[in-house]
């Protein structure tokens, strides 16, 4: 039999009942857990805990290949195309587990 068409064969229906409970239920916890973002007040205007971290990483980006530039460090960046979204990743998601880790 070969693997074509073991997956042609393949049905939903097949799978034991408990299974697809399970699923379903974890499916449910996870949204439920992550519908709620952190809203930050900022001047009487509520913001997405999100967009601050994002914020955070841009400047913290920004300010990184500033300092390594001057420090003549620029080799840290290369491939720029690869490496600057990376620590834009990294700050950003650093930032929002210290500041929410808490919460």
Request: with cysteine.
């Amino acid at each position: 039999m070969s693997l074509v068409s073991t997956f042609q064969h393949f049905n939903i229906s097949t799978l034991p009942m408990a299974r697809w409970q399970l699923f379903t239920m974890l499916e449910n916890l996870a949204i439920i857990k992550l519908s709620h973002d952190p809203l930050i007040n900022i001047g009487g205007a509520y913001f997405p805990g999100w967009l601050i971290c994002m914020l955070v990483g841009i400047i913290g980006t920004w300010g990184t290949t500033i300092v390594a530039s001057r420090l003549h460090l620029s080799r840290i960046f290369q491939p720029p195309s690869l490496m600057i979204p990376a620590f834009f990743a990294v700050i950003t998601l650093w930032t929002w587990m210290f500041y929410f880790s808490a919460r």
